[in-house]
């Protein structure tokens, strides 16, 4: 079975400056999807970038980017020039494109604190 | 559209009663989902549909219950409620093919407590 693991509870980063979350997994496939999401304090959660494992290029959306690394099982997020609207959870999430496999599979979660 | 909307945002049970937590996409997507986030923690996922008429269970599905009759709508029902599924339920949709993004939308979630 599939695991996700978030090793960092709790991150801070002053505004403006860069971080990095941390997210490892476990897995016997080689095809499937990683996601980052955010969950601010509304709870609301929202989908900041999302890598296909079959790419090798690195995926980003403006301050986000991410550094796969296949054969390590790693997936980090950073965030650039942080902002004080960034403080929020944020989950890694695992979803395998095997057949007859519809579930997701999240870790549990960096609080991230910016500071201003 | 409205994406997924859920309904109640807030509700308060008694050990022993039911209830159900409403689910509706307006996305046309096929695949949906009933997560439910415990304090400090990540989701895990309760019941799963990947289309009208079809459910499967999750990692947590004990006490719980799901019917998908139509494309649009996925309820959750908490059969004799129990102070251990106090929590954020979350429902999430997407519409999942072959290179498509498969990318979750969820919904804003209902804080149930149980005394």
């Known amino acids: 079975a599939q695991t996700v693991t978030q090793s960092q509870p709790e991150m801070s980063v002053q505004e403006a400056e860069t971080v990095t979350l941390s997210c490892t997994y476990d897995?016997?496939?080689?095809?499937?999807?990683l996601f980052w999401y955010k969950q601010p304090p509304s709870r609301q959660m929202i989908l900041v970038i999302r890598?296909?494992?079959?790419?090798?290029q690195n995926a980003t959306e403006n301050r986000f980017s991410v550094n796969f690394q296949k054969a390590a099982k790693s997936f980090s997020l950073k965030i650039s020039d942080s902002q004080l609207g960034d403080a929020a959870m944020y989950f890694c999430?695992?979803?395998?494109?095997?057949?007859?496999?519809?579930?997701?599979?999240f870790g549990t979660g960096t609080r991230l604190k910016v500071l201003a | 559209n409205a994406g997924v909307t859920q309904t109640p945002k807030f509700r308060i049970l008694k050990i022993g009663q039911s209830m159900t937590l409403q689910c509706t996409q307006d996305?046309?997507?096929?695949?949906m989902y009933w997560y439910r986030q415990d304090p400090g923690m990540g989701l895990k996922l309760i019941y799963y549909?990947?289309?009208?008429?079809?459910?499967d269970k999750g990692e947590v599905p004990n006490g719980y219950n799901v019917s998908r009759s139509t494309t649009e709508d996925f309820p959750l029902r908490l059969e004799l409620a129990a102070p251990s599924q106090t929590s954020v339920y979350f429902c999430?949709?997407?519409?999942?093919?072959?290179?498509?993004?498969?990318?979750?939308?969820f919904g804003p979630g209902t804080r149930l407590t149980v005394l």
């Open positions: 999430a695992y979803r395998s494109l095997a057949s007859g496999t519809y579930k997701y599979i």
């Open positions: 890598q296909e494992a079959y790419k090798q």
């Open positions: 549909s990947v289309g009208a008429g079809i459910t």
């Open positions: 996305m046309n997507h096929n695949y």
């Open positions: 897995t016997s496939e080689s095809d499937y999807y």
């Open positions: 999430a949709s997407t519409y999942a093919k072959r290179g498509g993004t498969d990318t979750q939308y």
